[in-house]
């Protein structure tokens, strides 16, 4: 990331809306901005309107002021489009720029992410509007980055949608004999005779809420289409801008595990990830580094870009909690722990009016540097320019893989039954949550990744296999890797059609066992089943399971009901490897424990043991052999771990021998190792 822009330490800055604020507020913008350590600012996320008055005519002026200004003090720039709102002149003319609600209804003007992402108008102007960005600010050799539009989100349900459905449909499907047998349209009279007859499914069609839908396939195949349509829209932006700058990094700003843009497909067409982190108050801090670790993953993990967190406070909280002292210094380490190579702010000066006038900011109302958030944020760009390049592009070693799919996700929350209680989000939360809380490395990967590196491969809730991804992992497994996954897998091909032959469909021979039937449970009843002498609790969904060639590993299997008796955990050998299955969802103690023992048997070992609350990431170097660990007190206790070797405590700069070290709480400890000669 940015190795062409000569960029040599963590970048550090964020938002910046001077347009905002008259001309003499931004000279002293500047002061502070420097006097915080700030070396960039983004620009120019929300000036559409501003930039374009009328079809014909651009107003770039106060841009390049700004632009000027901004070099003028050494900052660098990551450039934004701006084309996350259209201007309201654009929306009166060419009405096609609104969108279509879920309910049908026609919006106006106003909000942001507000654009029909199939409007021929926001397409064309959004494109028009991306080169011209980059035929004007070319040679600004300061700008290390470019930012196109801002959290794609949302979804359209409009005629220009509709029609553009059908069109992806027939790429996808060429026949609609194909379609209607892809899609089991026999089931409610459905048969399509000319496509014409599709129709986007919402709550006037298919739906009876955002996640509820008579016919899966349909709603399945919308989520992708929408998925991909906005993806387009950010593909003109994108080729617009590489046609006059070829070398231009671009990205988008991406938003934690969001549902609706299945984002390992975004990531192809962005040199790099960026993201925007607004852990909600309370969030466990594993939660937080899940949604990093995915950021990692997204593109075979490369460093990413933390694009925004809020120095403080957020505003769109039912309750918006300050960061407490020290708190925002430990989450932007968090952040580069997972591989972050910036730490970039929302918003650089608080606006005066509007919906974010009280998101916190580095320049807050009163305008003066004598705050206390101020003063966090200053202490910390110090910080960044002793780290200089050290972490920079470093690595992220694990041996353990988390398998994450957006299909898979959609199609677990559209089913009708087994349970409402399905969270696919909460099940792969409960997983990563026990072995991050440990301090193992996690890489959750796409199940098209390649499983070469990992010795473990957890696949919580695998409910959709789609492809040849089921002869990827028994090829893993066959040489010698360990595979996991749990009740509700192998049940679906990629169009949500039931594997036949008995559950779980393409996954049965890997696992040696059969699912014949699937109990759900009310959230105020438990089973429960025992492992190794202790007895865990069985949840939400109990499959009752027959061993083919797996062995079971459980004592008594569940211990009430009619199936009484019937297997929980079961492995299968196959080849060199095994698979494990867990036909169940229990509580933490449970993944904590079993993960514990599956990562032993596998030979992993975490990247150091530490008191409770006490996280601790790796990242390396193979060039140089060094090794970094980041050693986080998410506790607002002081804690001790134990170091296992000298190293170098790069923030204070001095050597700490092996032994034990104390933290205060919230602290962070950045220490380096040598591993191997160079
Ligand atoms: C998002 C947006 C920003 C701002 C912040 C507020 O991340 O990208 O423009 O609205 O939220 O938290
Ligand atoms: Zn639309």
Same mark, same amino acid.
């Given at each position: 990331?940015?190795?062409?822009?000569?960029?040599?330490?963590?970048? =550090?800055?964020?938002?910046?809306?001077?347009?905002?604020?008259?001309?003499?507020?931004?000279?002293?913008?500047?002061?502070?901005?420097?006097?915080?350590?700030?070396?960039?600012?983004?620009?120019?996320?929300?000036?559409?309107?501003?930039?374009?008055?009328?079809?014909?005519?651009?107003?770039?002026?106060?841009?390049?002021?700004?632009?000027?200004?901004?070099?003028?003090?050494?900052?660098?720039?990551?450039?934004?489009?701006?084309?996350?709102?259209?201007?309201?002149?654009?929306?009166?003319?060419?009405?096609?720029?609104?969108?279509?609600?879920?309910?049908?209804?026609?919006?106006?003007?106003?909000?942001?992410?507000?654009?029909?992402?199939?409007?021929?108008?926001?397409?064309?102007?959004?494109?028009?509007?991306?080169?011209?960005?980059?035929?004007?600010?070319?040679? =600004?050799?300061?700008?290390?980055?470019?930012?196109?539009?801002?959290?794609?989100?949302?979804?359209?349900?409009?005629?220009?949608?509709?029609?553009?459905?059908?069109?992806?449909?027939?790429?996808?499907?060429?026949?609609?004999?194909?379609?209607?047998?892809?899609?089991?349209?026999?089931?409610?009279?459905?048969?399509?005779?000319?496509?014409?007859?599709?129709?986007?499914?919402?709550?006037?069609?298919?739906?009876?809420?955002?996640?509820?839908?008579?016919?899966?396939?349909?709603?399945?195949?919308?989520?992708?289409?929408?998925?991909?349509?906005?993806?387009?829209?950010?593909?003109?932006?994108?080729?617009?801008?590489?046609?006059?700058?070829?070398?231009?990094?671009?990205?988008?700003?991406?938003?934690?595990?969001?549902?609706?843009?299945?984002?390992?497909?975004?990531?192809?067409?962005?040199?790099?990830?960026?993201?925007?982190? =607004?852990?909600?108050?309370?969030?466990?801090?594993?939660?937080?580094?899940?949604?990093?670790?995915?950021?990692?993953?997204?593109?075979?993990?490369?460093?990413?870009?933390?694009?925004?967190?809020?120095?403080?406070?957020?505003?769109?909280?039912?309750?918006?909690?300050?960061?407490?002292?020290?708190?925002?210094?430990?989450?932007?380490?968090?952040?580069?722990?997972?591989?972050?190579?910036?730490?970039?702010?929302?918003?650089?000066?608080?606006?005066?009016?509007?919906?974010?006038?009280?998101?916190?900011?580095?320049?807050?109302?009163?305008?003066?540097?004598?705050?206390?958030?101020?003063?966090?944020?200053?202490?910390?760009?110090?910080?960044?320019?002793?780290?200089?390049?050290?972490?920079?592009?470093?690595?992220?070693?694990?041996?353990?893989?988390?398998?994450?799919?957006?299909?898979?996700?959609?199609?677990?929350?559209?089913?009708?039954?087994?349970?409402?209680?399905?969270?696919?989000?909460?099940?792969?939360?409960?997983?990563?949550?026990?072995?991050?809380?440990?301090?193992?490395?996690?890489?959750?990967?796409?199940?098209?990744?390649?499983?070469?590196?990992?010795?473990?491969?957890?696949?919580?809730?695998?409910?959709?296999?789609?492809?040849?991804?089921?002869?990827?992992?028994?090829?893993?497994?066959?040489?010698?890797?360990?595979?996991?996954?749990?009740?509700?897998?192998?049940?679906?091909?990629?169009?949500?059609?039931?594997?036949?032959?008995?559950?779980?469909?393409?996954?049965?021979?890997?696992?040696?066992?059969?699912?014949?039937?699937? %109990?759900?449970?009310?959230?105020?009843?438990?089973?429960?089943?025992?492992?190794?002498?202790?007895?865990?609790?069985?949840?939400?969904?109990?499959?009752?399971?027959?061993?083919?060639?797996?062995?079971?590993?459980?004592?008594?299997?569940?211990?009430?009901?009619?199936?009484?008796?019937?297997?929980?955990?079961?492995?299968?050998?196959?080849?060199?490897?095994?698979?494990?299955?867990?036909?169940?969802?229990?509580?933490?103690?449970?993944?904590? %424990?079993?993960?514990?023992?599956?990562?032993?048997?596998?030979?992993?070992?975490?990247?150091?043991?530490?008191?409770?609350?006490?996280?601790?990431?790796?990242?390396?170097?193979?060039?140089?052999?060094?090794?970094?660990?980041?050693?986080?007190?998410?506790?607002?206790?002081?804690?001790?771990?134990?170091?296992?070797?000298?190293?170098?405590?790069?923030?204070?700069?001095?050597?700490?021998?092996?032994?034990?070290?104390?933290?205060?709480?919230?602290?962070?400890?950045?220490?380096?190792?040598?591993?191997?000669?160079?």
């Amino acid at each position: 990331m940015f190795e062409k822009k000569n960029v040599e330490k963590i970048l =550090y800055g964020g938002d910046y809306n001077p347009e905002q604020w008259p001309e003499d507020v931004w000279q002293e913008d500047m002061r502070l901005l420097k006097q915080a350590g700030m070396d960039i600012v983004t620009l120019n996320v929300f000036s559409w309107a501003l930039l374009q008055s009328s079809e014909e005519e651009y107003h770039f002026e106060e841009l390049d002021k700004i632009m000027e200004l901004v070099q003028d003090h050494g900052m660098k720039v990551c450039m934004a489009t701006s084309t996350a709102v259209h201007p309201a002149w654009m929306a009166r003319k060419y009405p096609d720029v609104l969108r279509v609600d879920f309910e049908g209804r026609k919006r106006k003007f106003g909000g942001r992410a507000n654009s029909c992402p199939n409007s021929p108008t926001y397409r064309k102007y959004s494109r028009i509007l991306a080169g011209k960005l980059a035929k004007r600010y070319r040679d =600004y050799d300061n700008i290390v980055a470019w930012h196109i539009s801002n959290e794609y989100s949302g979804a359209c349900y409009c005629e220009n949608c509709e029609k553009n459905f059908r069109l992806w449909l027939q790429k996808k499907y060429h026949t609609l004999d194909n379609l209607n047998q892809s899609w089991n349209t026999a089931f409610w009279g459905h048969t399509f005779y000319d496509w014409e007859e599709i129709v986007a499914p919402d709550m006037r069609s298919e739906h009876f809420a955002e996640d509820r839908t008579y016919f899966q396939p349909i709603s399945l195949d919308y989520r992708r289409f929408m998925s991909d349509s906005m993806l387009e829209c950010y593909t003109l932006e994108y080729d617009a801008i590489k046609e006059v700058i070829p070398d231009a990094e671009i990205t988008t700003n991406l938003m934690d595990f969001y549902k609706t843009l299945d984002y390992f497909r975004w990531a192809k067409k962005m040199d790099f990830v960026s993201w925007d982190c =607004y852990p909600e108050n309370g969030q466990p801090y594993a939660r937080t580094s899940m949604a990093h670790d995915l950021m990692r993953g997204l593109k075979g993990g490369q460093s990413f870009a933390l694009m925004e967190q809020t120095p403080t406070v957020s505003n769109w909280l039912p309750y918006n909690a300050l960061k407490r002292p020290g708190v925002m210094r430990l989450l932007s380490y968090q952040a580069v722990a997972h591989g972050a190579d910036t730490v970039m702010f929302f918003q650089m000066r608080q606006s005066a009016g509007a919906c974010e006038k009280f998101h916190g900011a580095v320049i807050g109302h009163a305008g003066t540097p004598e705050t206390r958030v101020f003063k966090e944020i200053a202490a910390l760009g110090k910080e960044l320019k002793t780290l200089g390049a050290s972490t920079l592009g470093m690595r992220t070693r694990s041996k353990i893989a988390m398998l994450f799919d957006w299909d898979n996700w959609w199609g677990i929350e559209f089913s009708a039954g087994p349970t409402k209680e399905l969270d696919y989000m909460a099940e792969f939360t409960r997983y990563y949550s026990a072995l991050r809380n440990k301090n193992y490395n996690v890489d959750i990967v796409s199940p098209e990744d390649s499983l070469e590196p990992y010795a473990l491969v957890i696949a919580p809730v695998y409910y959709m296999v789609k492809g040849d991804n089921d002869e990827r992992i028994r090829r893993f497994v066959r040489r010698g890797g360990t595979f996991l996954t749990t009740f509700f897998s192998g049940m679906v091909q990629e169009n949500d059609l039931v594997t036949l032959g008995g559950y779980p469909g393409k996954l049965r021979d890997i696992l040696g066992i059969w699912v014949e039937e699937e %109990d759900a449970l009310p959230p105020e009843q438990d089973n429960a089943f025992c492992y190794r002498g202790k007895t865990y609790p069985a949840r939400i969904l109990c499959d009752l399971l027959h061993t083919e060639t797996a062995e079971q590993i459980d004592e008594k299997g569940y211990l009430s009901d009619f199936y009484q008796g019937f297997p929980v955990l079961t492995r299968n050998r196959m080849g060199e490897g095994c698979a494990y299955f867990v036909a169940t969802s229990s509580g933490d103690d449970f993944y904590r %424990d079993f993960l514990r023992d599956l990562c032993d048997e596998c030979h992993i070992s975490p990247v150091l043991t530490t008191p409770e609350g006490v996280e601790v990431t790796s990242r390396c170097r193979e060039e140089d052999g060094k090794e970094i660990l980041f050693v986080l007190n998410h506790n607002e206790r002081p804690e001790t771990i134990t170091l296992p070797r000298d190293c170098t405590d790069l923030l204070a700069g001095i050597q700490i021998p092996a032994g034990e070290v104390t933290l205060e709480g919230y602290d962070v400890k950045i220490l380096s190792f040598q591993t191997s000669e160079a």
